[in-house]
Nanobody, 116 residues
Framework: EVQLVESGGGSVQPGGSLRLSCPAAGFTFDDYSIGWFRQAPGKEREGISCISGSDGIVQYGDSVRGRFAISYNLADNTVYLQMNSLTPEDTAVYYC?????????WGQGTQVTISS
């Protein structure tokens, strides 16, 4: 069974940085697309970034492009999300997702809070 466990969330002041990680188990990474999503209170789930395990193609959402960076380490099957220049608008629960042929799996989420 596919298992995803996000970590690295917490509280940080505006302008700060965090790095989230998502170790993945139960599947071969190169068969899946791995993505980061977030959901803030009262807002729809937003796609942040995704990376294809088959070819490494990366996509970013408009709200984070230039500030966030996704990467992966095949040796430990972990996807990372480096978040820089954080603002209060980045406050949300962040989720890691893996999908293959439209079949998604989700992690439990990690809270990221940006405030003074």
């Amino acid at each position: 069974e596919v298992q995803l466990v996000e970590s690295g969330g917490g509280s940080v002041q505006p302008g700060g940085s965090l790095r989230l990680s998502c170790p993945a188990a139960g599947f071969t990474f190169d068969d899946y697309s791995i993505g980061w999503f977030r959901q803030a209170p009262g807002k729809e789930r937003e796609g942040i970034s995704c990376i294809s395990g088959s070819d490494g193609i990366v996509q970013y959402g408009d709200s984070v492009r230039g500030r966030f960076a996704i990467s992966y380490n095949l040796a430990d099957n972990t996807v990372y999300l480096q978040m820089n220049s954080l603002t209060p608008e980045d406050t949300a629960v962040y989720y890691c997702s893996a999908s293959r042929f439209g079949n998604p799996y989700w992690g439990q989420g990690t809270q990221v809070t940006i405030s003074s």
